[in-house]
C-alpha cells in the first residue's frame, strides 16, 4: 500500500517550513522538505511582513513536495496570532500586513480603557492584555487608514489569507481568532459590542470555523502552479494551538510550554477562566482543538536570545532597521550560533541579575543588549559586561519568570503542577532546561522539537482515521520521538 503523505506549513516570525508527515505502524513520521526565511519590510512606515514573499515561499515548498514525490493528500497552515489583513470584494490586499511588533498601537490600551473597562473585556473575551492584540491594531488602522477599512469587504488573519490564495474560499479560523481578543470565550463568535466599542463593522467577519475542516482542494491556478492538487484543511492555525496538540503530557498535573519566540506556559482547561484574579495576573485563555482552552501567560521567550545573536552578527530584524550595540562584542571568530551562546551562559553561570522579561521595553528596542544593560542599572543591580553574562542574565529571567507563573498557575487553578513539558525550538537548549527546573523545583520533559508541525499534523492524521483519538495520536508521540528529561539540582544530591 503506497504511503499516505500529509503537509504541515508551519511559518514562524524569522522563518517557515514545509514539514511532510506519514504514519507507519503506529509510529509518526516526519520529513522537513522545505524551509524559507521571513523578514520584515518597513512599508509606509510600519514594520510589516512580507505577504507575497511568503506566499511565493508556500508554493515553491509545495513544487518541492512534488519533485521529492511526496505528494501530500491533505495540507495545513499555522502561524503567529494577532496579525491580520484586510481584503476587498475581489480578494485584493487593501491594507499593509503590519506586524505585531510595530509601534502603532503605543497607548491604544489606555485609549480603550474608557470606552471599555478592561474588567468588562477581559469577561467578555478573556485574553490576556498586550498592547500589539489585534483590538488596538484595528483602533491604529482606523485611526490612520479609515479608508482602508471603507473599502474592505473581508477580515483575513495570515493563514486566513493563504488559505483563501490557495483556494478561494475566505474562512476565519476559530484557534487565531481567539488570539484577537475580538471574541466572545463563550459564544466562541466575534462579539458584537467589543466591535462597536471599536467601530468596525461586524460585516468583515466571518463565523469562524474549527481545526479539522476542510475548505477545499487548490484553485486551478494553483494546481497549474505546484503540479498537483490537494485538501486543504484548518489545524489549529495558531502555531501555539498546535503546539499545544503535540504534548505528550504524562498526567493532568503538567504544565506546558511551548517555546521559542515566544515561551506560551499554561495548561489545557474545559473552560475559559476570567475571573478578576485571571486577569490581574495576566493569563489568556486561548482556543484550542475541539474547544479546548489553553489557560496560559505569554512570555517574550528565545526572542530575546534571537535578538542578542542579530545584533552581535550585526543583522536587522527589519530591512533597513539597525540594530548594534557598542557596548558588548562577540569575543570569539566568525558568526554567532546559539550554542555559542549557550556555552557562554555555562562559563558565566555565576554572575546573577534579573530583568522583567515581560516588559514591553524588549519587544522591539534598537539594541536588546543595551536595554538589558540599561535595565539592570536601573534597578541598581550588575551590570552584564560580557556576552556570556548577558545571557546568563536572559536566561535566568526566563527560568525565574516560568517559576513565577506556575506559582500564580496553581494559585488560579487551584491544582499542584508536578511536571514541565516543553516542546519545540527551545526544548533544545539544555542550559535552559536545567535552570528552568532548578528555578521551579520541578522535573522538565523536553520534546518533541516539531511540537508545532507535529501538532498541526495530528489534526490531520486524525481526519484521515491514523488514530482513533487525541490521546491514541499523543500516546503514538511518545513511541516516536526522543523525550529527554532534566531533573532539578535539588533532586540529584
Request: hydrophobic share 40%; net charge negative.
Amino acid at each position: 500500500m503506497s504511503t499516505r503523505y500529509h503537509l504541515a506549513i508551519d511559518i514562524g516570525a524569522s522563518s517557515g517550513r514545509h514539514v511532510i508527515g506519514y504514519v507507519e505502524d503506529g509510529v509518526i513520521r516526519l520529513e522537513e522538505v522545505y524551509r524559507f526565511d521571513n523578514i520584515q519590510v518597513r512599508r509606509n512606515g510600519h514594520d510589516c511582513w512580507n505577504i507575497d514573499s511568503l506566499y511565493e515561499s508556500i508554493l515553491e515548498g509545495l513544487r518541492e513536495c512534488k519533485r521529492r514525490g511526496m505528494v501530500p493528500e491533505t495540507m495545513g497552515i499555522d502561524t503567529w496570532g494577532v496579525d491580520f489583513v484586510l481584503v476587498d470584494g475581489q480578494g485584493a490586499l487593501v491594507s499593509d500586513a503590519v506586524a505585531y511588533r510595530d509601534s502603532r498601537t503605543e497607548g491604544l490600551p489606555e485609549r480603550f480603557d474608557a470606552v471599555m473597562k478592561p474588567g468588562a473585556l477581559y469577561r467578555t473575551c478573556g485574553i490576556q492584555r498586550q498592547s500589539f492584540n489585534t483590538i488596538y491594531q484595528l483602533m491604529a488602522l482606523k485611526r490612520e487608514h479609515p479608508d482602508q477599512l471603507d473599502a474592505a469587504a473581508r477580515f483575513l488573519m495570515v493563514p486566513d489569507y493563504f488559505n483563501y490564495r490557495l483556494t478561494g474560499v475566505m474562512a476565519n479560523e476559530y484557534t487565531n481568532a481567539t488570539t484577537t481578543n475580538l471574541l466572545n470565550a463563550r459564544t466562541r463568535d466575534w462579539d458584537p459590542a467589543v466591535l462597536d466599542a471599536i467601530g468596525v463593522d461586524a460585516g468583515l467577519f466571518e463565523k469562524p470555523l474549527m481545526p479539522g475542516t476542510t475548505l477545499g482542494g487548490f484553485t486551478p491556478e494553483v494546481r497549474e502552479a505546484v503540479g498537483f492538487d490537494c485538501r486543504v484543511m484548518l489545524p489549529a492555525t495558531h502555531d501555539t494551538g498546535s503546539a499545544f496538540l503535540a504534548v505528550p503530557a504524562r498526567d493532568d498535573d503538567a504544565v506546558y510550554i511551548s517555546s521559542g519566540t515566544w515561551s506560551l506556559l499554561g495548561v489545557e482547561h474545559e473552560g475559559p477562566i476570567t475571573s478578576e484574579a485571571a486577569r490581574l495576573q495576566n493569563f489568556t485563555n486561548e482556543g484550542g482543538y475541539q474547544v479546548r482552552f489553553r489557560f496560559l501567560k505569554n512570555i517574550m521567550g528565545l526572542w530575546m536570545v534571537q535578538s542578542i545573536r542579530r545584533e552581535l552578527n550585526g543583522v536587522d530584524y527589519v530591512e533597513g532597521k539597525s540594530q548594534r550595540s557598542t557596548a558588548i562584542a562577540w569575543e570569539g571568530q566568525g558568526q554567532v550560533g546559539f550554542g555559542d551562546l549557550i556555552e557562554a551562559a555555562r562559563a558565566a553561570r555565576g554572575f546573577e541579575a534579573y530583568v522583567n522579561v515581560n516588559d514591553d521595553r524588549f519587544l522591539a528596542p534598537a539594541s536588546m543588549i543595551d536595554e538589558i544593560r540599561a535595565a539592570c542599572r536601573e534597578t541598581g543591580q550588575p551590570v552584564p559586561a560580557t556576552v556570556g553574562e548577558l545571557m546568563c542574565c536572559v536566561y535566568r529571567s526566563l527560568a525565574q519568570c516560568y517559576a513565577n507563573s506556575i506559582a500564580d498557575l496553581a494559585a488560579l487553578t487551584g491544582r499542584d503542577y508536578t511536571s514541565i513539558n516543553i516542546v519545540g525550538g527551545g526544548c533544545q537548549d539544555g542550559f535552559l532546561n536545567q535552570i528552568t527546573a532548578d528555578a521551579c523545583g520541578l522535573p522538565v520533559y523536553a520534546g518533541p522539537v516539531e511540537g508545532t508541525s507535529l501538532g498541526n499534523l495530528i489534526v490531520q492524521f486524525l481526519d484521515a482515521g491514523d488514530f482513533a483519538s487525541l490521546q491514541e495520536a499523543r500516546d503514538a508521540i511518545h513511541g516516536s520521538f526522543d523525550i529527554g528529561v532534566v531533573e532539578p539540582a535539588a533532586n540529584k544530591q
